[in-house]
């Protein structure tokens, strides 16, 4: 009997959502014969099978989040397929062995503060190993329960309140999918990165009608890069160093009802106009279709978040490792500005860039902006 065991599917995170099975129990499958689909990071992917056998197990079932390493599917042994990988060792369940001393006095519980939690000031959650069970018990996590108990302990009342609260609220919906894959990035992004964000107005009367407005943040984009190459940068936080890009290829935040999608588009800044919409087009029916490959949103070398579309002026965008900026376009609006010393009506685009501080220098990211707003303010 040999085991397939769920692989690192490159995708960076260590988890994975079984979307459907291709075999059941008892079929006999071909080398790189489809065994299932699993969803991870953005992208729904086949799994092949490893080796020609019979399927005697499968170990997970739709809808479950294995890690990678967990076991999928059991294979009948035999001549043609892998050798067995070795059983796991059995989990040693603790028993003792042997004669174990006692004692009959009494144990006072006192708190102790274990993580960190910005209710008690940084010092971690405070509870009793009683009040631990109980939560436990409950399905409560102390992370999100405030304390009463003097010194900001946790008590039994206070787990029990939250329990009440969670109840009324109504079932837990476990995240899955891309929205999963987001907050994983998400948390990861906001662990990690030193962001600092700066917002400015580019005034873009000057624009023909009809002019896409899309093609020219990205082609403004562009245009900065060069003029501030360190915001077109991959940043290796275990090394404490940096790369700086030559080509340019932006990642497109994306909005679905399924969550945030950042597809690429490659080598903005030796691409046309019309070739950029025509590239544009294409990664945003895929994604709403559901079939973009993977490759298609790896190795972004910075970022646009064109939340503008969808309402908002100004923004916090999130920069995600190893890319060290994003760019933000809020909602255009006719205001009121000084021209030339005149009182005027202009269309105003507002912008807002955040940078991870720790590759980029403050400095640097107001030239960026800068060149991003000259290049915006230009006809055509």
Request: one cysteine or more; proline letters at 5%.
């Amino acid at each position: 009997m040999s085991t397939f065991y769920l692989p690192d599917l490159g995708e960076g995170l260590q988890e994975a959502e079984i979307v459907e099975w291709f075999v059941k129990e008892g079929d006999e499958v071909a080398v790189d014969q489809p065994l299932l689909s699993v969803e991870t990071a953005k992208a729904i992917v086949d799994v092949p099978s490893p080796e020609k056998g019979i399927i005697k197990k499968l170990h997970v079932k739709v809808g479950d989040i294995p890690k990678v390493g967990a076991a999928l599917v059991d294979f009948e042994a035999s001549a043609q397929t892998a050798a067995a990988k070795p059983a796991p060792a059995e989990h040693d369940g603790g028993t003792v062995v042997g004669h174990m001393e006692t004692n009959k006095g009494t144990v006072t519980e006192s708190a102790t503060a274990i993580g960190k939690s910005g209710k008690t000031g940084g010092g971690g959650i405070k509870a009793t190993p009683a009040v631990r069970a109980l939560a436990h018990q409950l399905k409560v996590d102390l992370a999100v329960v405030t304390p009463t108990g003097a010194d900001g302990v946790i008590t039994a009342a206070d787990v029990k309140r939250a329990s009440a609260a969670l109840e009324e609220a109504g079932p837990l919906e476990q995240l899955r999918g891309v929205r999963r894959a987001m907050a994983h990035i998400m948390a990861q992004a906001h662990e990690e990165v030193a962001d600092v964000t700066i917002v400015d107005d580019a005034d873009i009367h000057a624009w023909a009608k009809g002019n896409d407005a899309t093609m020219r943040l990205i082609r403004a984009i562009s245009v900065a890069c060069k003029a501030e190459p360190s915001l077109n940068a991959w940043y290796d936080s275990k090394e404490m160093g940096r790369r700086l890009l030559d080509h340019v290829d932006v990642g497109i935040a994306v909005d679905t009802e399924d969550g945030l999608f950042v597809p690429v588009l490659r080598d903005v800044g030796n691409r046309t106009p019309e070739d950029l919409r025509k590239g544009m087009n294409a990664i945003k029916e895929s994604v709403l279709a559901r079939s973009i490959p993977p490759e298609e949103m790896r190795g972004y070398t910075i970022t646009l978040s064109n939340f503008g579309t969808f309402g908002g002026r100004y923004a916090d965008p999130i920069v995600v490792p190893p890319t060290v900026a994003i760019l933000g376009a809020g909602r255009m609006r006719d205001a009121v500005v000084a021209f030339e010393g005149e009182v005027v009506v202009h269309r105003i685009m507002p912008l807002s860039l955040t940078v991870d501080h720790r590759a980029v220098t403050g400095g640097e990211a107001a030239r960026f902006l800068m060149a991003v707003i000259k290049d915006l303010q230009l006809p055509d």
